[in-house]
């Protein structure tokens, strides 16, 4: 009885542990997309997107030829969505398309993840594309 108590306190405790970790995780996936997007726009002198969708995001050459693949991508599941906000005075005329320079530099964004786990805010640094992430 005792061990069935103990057991009982201990479940919900770890299912929140995993549904943090899964959050982590999916923020992981995502900066894995934003590294490839800088690293390939540098190695190659041309500019990358990262283009948000309803199906979740996509590392894509700037004005990419038809048919092209995208170098990365980053899926969302059922019921999780993906939004990216610009500062005011740069905000761009597709609002989910987000730019990277040859040069290293990134537009300023903060990019925002909401799932039925919880969610996640990542506010990218313009000059290096680190991000400073919050998990609400």
Known sequence: MIMMLVM?????????V?????VE???????????EARSRSVAEGRAYVVVLGQAGAE???DRAEAGEEPAARFELEKGETL?????AALRP????????????SCEP?????????????ARYNPL???AEVDYE
Do not use: I
């Not at 995780?25 to 590294?35: H, K, L, R, T």
């Not at 939004?83 to 500062?87: D, K, Q, Y």
């Not at 005329?93 to 290293?104: H, L, R």
């Open 93 to 104: 005329p597709s609002a989910q398309v987000w730019t990277f320079w040859p040069n290293g």
């Open 18 to 22: 995993f549904m943090q970790r899964n």
């Open 25 to 35: 995780e999916s923020f992981a996936q995502f900066d894995e997309c934003v590294a």
């Open 59 to 61: 590392v894509q050459v």
């Open 83 to 87: 939004g990216l906000e610009f500062p």
């Open 109 to 121: 964004a903060v990019v925002r993840f909401a799932g039925a786990e919880g969610s996640w805010a």
């Open 128 to 130: 290096t594309a680190r």
């Open 8 to 16: 009982a306190m201990a479940v919900p405790a770890l299912s929140g």
